[in-house]
């Protein structure tokens, strides 16, 4: 056998091997204006959007994974600071020069090379409209007395693939800055107790900006039927659960 063809051999290998990892979390597709957009539920709060062939990472978590077996990342983003999110080991994996890390500025601190965004800052990354939005708590505290997860210092992102709107929220509460979004087509809401929003708070804030779509993610032993109790009588929101414990 040549040089050449063993070459291709270990080219197609990968390939199938790279798919058939892919394979085994769940994929959601989308129609969008400007193409096709796929989502892969990895879990907890671990999501890949394949749009077009771009390649897009939200808070990659080795815990989850074995993420070299998955494709090298375009663009990531880390919501924010907790080792679940911001996972240096799983960046390591899916990182090349070429790729960009949408991160917050205390990420920065543990992190080189990244493009720093603050709650409501609005850029285009690789022809795709960014914005950040704030993710923080209002009621859920640790016993010190400090939130979970204080104001300023974590993002939710919403992303613009052609005529629609998908909002990944981070680790959040139902905050005025989340009721208040419009015309978002899919939303990705934390349901982590103690830590973000119970069943009933995600109903609250779905009432206020009235996604099309709805994925609790990153709901951990929360019970999802409680939400799909509290929304069975909305027609117009669709509850999708995937297994995003």
Do not use: W
Not at 4 to 18: G, P
Not at 161 to 190: H, Q, R, S
Not at 200 to 211: G, H, I, L, T, W
């Amino acid at each position: 056998m040549g040089k050449n063809s063993f070459r291709i051999l270990l080219i197609v290998f990968f390939f199938l091997f790279s798919s058939f990892a892919h394979a085994q979390f769940a994929i959601d597709e989308f129609e969008t204006s400007k193409g096709k957009l796929k989502i892969t539920f990895i879990g907890h709060a671990s999501l890949i959007f394949d749009f077009n062939g771009k390649i897009i990472y939200i808070d990659p978590f080795s815990d989850l994974a074995d993420y070299s077996k998955l494709p090298k990342a375009d663009i990531i983003f880390i919501t924010h600071d907790h080792r679940d999110h911001l996972d240096i080991k799983a960046l390591e994996k899916i990182r090349t020069g070429e790729s960009k890390l949408i991160l917050t500025e205390i990420c920065a601190k543990q992190v080189k090379g990244g493009i720093i965004m603050k709650n409501g800052d609005v850029q285009i990354i690789d022809g795709i409209n960014v914005k950040a939005v704030p993710a923080y708590n209002l009621i859920h505290k640790r016993d010190s007395g400090q939130f979970y997860h204080p104001k300023g210092d974590g993002n939710g992102y919403i992303l613009t693939f052609g005529d629609k709107l998908f909002y990944v929220a981070g680790d959040t509460e139902n905050i005025p800055e989340m009721k208040a979004l419009k015309d978002i087509y899919c939303a990705f809401l934390p349901m982590n107790l103690p830590y973000t929003m119970t069943p009933e708070m995600v109903s609250d804030a779905v009432r206020s900006f009235r996604p099309k779509i709805l994925y609790p993610y990153h709901y951990g032993d929360t019970d999802t039927s409680k939400l799909l109790n509290l929304l069975k009588d909305d027609k117009n929101v669709e509850v999708r659960i995937r297994n995003m414990k």
